[in-house]
């Protein structure tokens, strides 16, 4: 296992890598993880770090709990 990068979520002590730079206005992603509240306040950390604003939304999809989100700017 590799020690989580500056941009990563890991909000289940597992690090997941996220495509930031070419993730288009729009778009969405589905993180799984059991730590809702702290993928999503990871995500907003980063955001705020690249200029982005994001809509999240803690959910379950496919049988799965995790945080679904979307980049607004």
């Known amino acids: 296992m590799r020690a989580p ?3 990563d979520l890991f909000p289940d ?7 930031w ?4 206005v729009g778009q969405s992603i589905f993180v799984p993880c059991l ?3 702290k ?3 990871q995500a ?3 955001a705020r ?4 604003t994001l809509v999240t939304r ?3 999809e496919d049988a799965h709990l995790g945080v679904r989100i979307w980049r607004r700017t």
Request: hydrophobic share 45%.
């Open 5 to 7: 990068r500056l941009d």
């Open 13 to 19: 002590g597992l690090p997941i890598d996220v495509s």
């Open 21 to 24: 730079d070419t993730w288009q």
């Open 35 to 37: 730590n809702t509240a």
């Open 39 to 41: 993928a999503i306040a």
């Open 44 to 46: 907003e950390a980063v």
């Open 49 to 52: 770090r690249k200029g982005y």
């Open 58 to 60: 803690a959910c379950i």
